[in-house]
């Protein structure tokens, strides 16, 4: 019997919220996985409260059948636009999970500042998820991408120098790619 994990059991984390939610779905050994539908014995609820816990949401946001209905509303809609940012009904599925919250702003001791409000905190990390994904097109939308290897379905934000990021790890698919290339070599030869 396989132990359930305790921590994100997904191969690529750490990824801007937005690309972190997409990447909720993977394919281990060619197999496909979803942290909100059952991977490595995880409930759903379970597998929300990890990625909660992973992206640092967990303090202010709960686990619940809600936010899951919520998240997989938004995890949908940003796969899409990620995918094909040219999709106006993928568009549409955003502007319509960020109906749902707003920023309001605020003075603080350290000065200006701004407060995430949601009409329902159940919406707060599907909509927080949208948000982050306007602010990678603002930034840099051609450092969206995709992992090149043909059988990942992992995307990344490219935060290296040149831009020239290709896989979504180097220690996984890059990996299998440079040893794929080495093997076509030697039986050539």
Not at 48 to 77: I, M, P, Y
Not at 119 to 132: E, L, Y
Request: charged share 25%; proline share 6%; net charge positive.
């Amino acid at each position: 019997m396989t132990a359930v994990p305790t921590t994100d059991p997904r191969p690529l984390t750490g990824e801007p919220l937005a690309l972190d939610l997409v990447n909720t779905r993977w394919m281990p050994q060619g197999e496909p996985a979803d942290l909100f539908a059952g991977a490595f014995g995880l409930s759903r609820l379970e597998g929300l409260g990890l990625w909660l816990q992973s992206t640092g949401l967990a303090a202010r946001f709960r686990a619940d059948k809600s936010t899951l209905v919520h998240l997989l509303t938004a995890r949908e809609a940003l796969a899409r636009a990620v995918s094909d940012p040219t999709d106006a009904d993928a568009r549409e599925l955003i502007d319509a999970v960020l109906e749902h919250g707003r920023i309001r702003a605020t003075l603080t001791a350290e000065g200006p500042g701004e407060r995430a409000e949601f009409d329902d905190p159940a919406w707060g990390p599907a909509w927080m998820a949208a948000r982050d994904y306007l602010g990678l097109l603002r930034s840099a939308p051609d450092r969206i991408r995709k992992c090149a290897s043909e059988t990942c379905v992992l995307h990344f934000h490219d935060t290296s120098r040149n831009g020239t990021r290709r896989w979504c790890s180097m220690a996984v698919c890059g990996n299998r790619a440079k040893a794929s290339r080495h093997y076509a070599r030697t039986r050539e030869r």
